[in-house]
């Protein structure tokens, strides 16, 4: 099976909605700082894994999200 179909096989399993939030309206995560700096998106508990900071092209929006 080459890596193509792999992907595409994944991805029909793996697939989850996204909705988009502000950080302020999510319960229980917080910019984590490391050396004074904004760093990565993490849970108060230490658990689950961590977000990160991206920019994007949103082609509908006409802006970067």
């Known amino acids: 099976m080459d890596i193509e179909n792999w992907f595409r096989e994944r991805k029909e399993v793996l697939a989850i909605n996204v909705e988009e939030i502000g950080l302020a309206h999510s319960r229980d995560w917080k910019v984590i ?9 993490g849970h108060i508990s230490g658990k689950y894994h961590r977000g990160i900071f991206l920019k994007a092209w949103d082609i509908p929006r006409g802006e970067w999200v």
């Open 33 to 41: 700082e490391q050396d004074g700096l904004p760093h990565h998106i």
